[in-house]
């Protein structure tokens, strides 16, 4: 993922070209969208849209005599899930695991017999007597939950009581299911430290939509943000900079840009991780942590100045782009940064874990009498193979430890083991390539999932970032599997994924309005059905989501040109 912004804005030129794709939203436009209503004419505003929704007769009504019923297995979502209607309906429902009895029931059942919805699908029938949920899974069941949330009125996201609503889910009937495993958002916090609580109202988020992975970049040449207690010096130098540059400084002349002289940092320790992974957990979203490497590296080089191709001493950068000075390919640096992975699994349960691979300056490389040894030693052809060889390491010791790596599509340069996963950004083509070469992947272009691109063309009316432009309807446009993709790869197309680079977002609310709703289209992208998607549908539903997201704090961007 490109950093430098002259660098970006050279490959967006043609994204930037484009006009909008389905034209700009004019208020009022949505009143006549096509989202099914109830006889009272409250709006089913779902997001993601479901697979299929049929009205039926009544509504149900929440109120002191709502019970829930569950089993063991799904007795604690059943929990959070009374817990979260409490602050604003005053209610406290209570939760009996065992069969259904009584007037106003939600009920969760689990059935293996509904293997159609896979994991995560689920069934939602609601009368004006029951709420039910059923599902396979239990991942299933909490998305049915998520669905009966937003048939609430917004107002149940509200964090004290609302006095004069009523809280009426209507009569529906809804069958639901994901058409990607990989539902993906990233938040880099390398670039800019975002706060512990932030990152669990992220992923809150992320749940509402039904986005089931946070891919959190932990490390950057600007920042180190995770705890690794053999190397302790990884936080304490490598988790802050003396200074950040100062908005878009000219290309040339370095000795004359500008900085702001204020000393930035901070980092996770290993129990906020625990804390955090666990909040994910309860919330279905799987957290994939990702740890550069070999490039990208700077700030734990400074840390430890011996993992550098020069060895000497080095700061944490303060300006944004690429730095020449990367990790070298000594077996101690090898190992260095295999000791930092063995903490990260015992932190992270994921399957997936990043370890970068993207933008590895090789000039170094290409000139250090010690790395051109190091080749010659290996047996290796060039500096690209020598990169691949370091991945290589890492995937062995990740294998080993039964994870799987993930990369930027970088990391196809010079060869790459078999049970990588490839991330593409740099377009599709090395998402092609991968899945061709029987490669899993995830789609991640710039073209379509980079939140830290403009939202508008009149820039001078927006919040300073990278560059490029990317409007909400270019996002609700991206289609995972390229279509010039052969049928028989095309099961390798594991999702997608937004990114959320922070150069220019130095704290949560910028991170908010670039990420929404651009990042609601990308969810109804990777959940919805092709043939269920309706761009002028969404803007219909998605004012009543806007509404939630007013309610959650959420300081999303106006739609509009």
Known sequence: MIRHPSSRQTLVATLVMLGAVAGPYRPGAAQT?????????????????????????????LGPATVIYADQATADIARRFAASLFPATGLSIP???????????????RSARLTRLGDEGYELTVTPRRVTVRARDRAGVFY????????????VFREAKADSVTWVVPAVRIVDAPRFSWRGAHLDVGRHFMPKEFVKKYIDLLALQKMNTFHWHLTEDQGWRIEIRRYP??????????QTIVGHQPSGDSTTWQYDGQRHGGYYTQDDIREIV???RDRFVTIVPEIEMPGHALAAIAAYPQLGVTGQPAD?????????????ADESTVSFMQDVLTEVLELFPSRFIHVGGDEADKALWKTNPRIQERIRELGLKDEHELQSWFIRRMDAFLTAHGRRLVGWDEILEGGLASGATVMSWRGTKGGIDAARAGHDVVMAPTSNTY???????????????????????????????????????RSHILGGQAQLWTEYLPGPKQVEYMAFPRLTALAEVLWTKPERKDYRDFLGRLETHLQRLAVLDVAYRPLGP
């Open 33 to 61: 969208a096509t989202s099914p209503s109830t006889a009272d004419s409250q709006p089913i505003a779902i997001i993601p849209r479901p697979d299929s929704v049929a009205i039926g007769r009544g509504r149900f009504i």
């Open 95 to 109: 939760v009996r695991v065992g069969p259904p009895a009584g007037a106003s029931a939600i009920i969760l059942e």
């Open 144 to 155: 049915g939950l998520q669905t009966v949330r937003q048939l609430l009125p917004p107002a």
């Open 233 to 242: 010096r990884l936080t304490s130098v490598g988790g802050w900079r003396t």
């Open 278 to 280: 666990a909040y994910a």
């Open 316 to 328: 944490v950068g303060t300006r944004w782009g690429v730095y020449a000075n990367i990790l070298n």
């Open 451 to 489: 939140l830290d691109y403009y939202q508008s063309r009149n820039t001078s009316g927006e919040p300073l970032a990278i560059g490029g432009f990317l409007p909400i309807e270019m996002v609700y446009a991206f289609e995972p599997v390229p279509a010039d993709l052969e049928p028989q790869f």
